[in-house]
């Protein structure tokens, strides 16, 4: 089973102009998923949807999506509105207010959390949500399960995107999903950069955005000294691809742009190809 993740969106940043960067770098990205050679079964979407949680911006978001022939599963992000999503996506689940909900699919249970916290740039997990996810994680516990959710757990050392270690959120997740071993990777966005780190005994695997990039200074930053270094940059927009297969999640990244080939599968590749895939076949010895 192949999951496309998208994330940190941000339609509606130029609410009044049809032609929207930001709406652009989507197409591009969906171009990619769609059309591309790596034709996914469902895909994510993680999270900061819109730029500013207004409705004609979930309905621009909705029908860019529409085209998708495979099943796309959102959540909220630290941009979006729970009231206006709900208004767009009135399928989605939300428990005790929340945009919260459980997939399976493949022998995998996907568990898609909101950490979202109005009026806060960072992100939350109240215990209301966390008993909700120990009730679904103790419904299902010898299931592989991967947590979806917008604000990595981490600290990644980008000083005004950082998560602290300390945040109380943090302690509750990491406390929630403890003795768990069903759980194992959480897939987030947050950061607008393709990030994987290990965390609490799993995988967090940070999305690249569809929209810009952070830029990655790790430089200390004094917020009472501005210092001209980038913080946005127009890097290419991206995505990534999680791979399902013999009960191993495999996450990869890629990005919306047509890279030039230096080789092709052509008579000249075939021999190579011959030996390589040979070589790697179970049960072959290497011959020397």
Known sequence: MLIAQITDIHVGFEPNNPDEYNQKRLANVLQHVLHGPNRPDLMLVTGDLTERGDVESYKRLKELLSDCPFPWYPIVGNHDDRTNFSRAFPDVPTPGGFVQYVVDQGGLRLIFLDTLEEGRHGGAFCEVRAAWLAERLAEAP????????????????????????????????????????????????????????????????????????????????????????????????????????????????????DPVPLAKFDSRMQGLVKHLMIDERPGTEPSH
């Open 142 to 257: 010898e299931t592989p399960t991967v947590i979806v959710m917008h604000h990595p757990p981490i600290d990644v050392g980008i000083d005004w995107m950082r998560t602290h270690r300390n945040e109380p959120w943090v302690a509750r997740l990491a406390a929630t999903i403890e003795g768990h071993h069903q759980v194992r990777t959480i897939l987030t966005g947050h950061l607008h950069r393709p990030i994987v780190s290990q965390w609490k005994g799993t995988t967090v695997a940070i999305c690249p955005a569809s929209a810009p990039g952070v830029a990655l200074d790790l430089r200390p930053m004094d917020p009472e000294a501005p210092d001209l270094r980038p913080m946005v940059v127009a890097d290419m927009p991206g995505y990534a691809l999680h791979w399902w297969d013999a009960g191993e999640l495999v996450t990869m990244f890629d990005f919306a742009e």
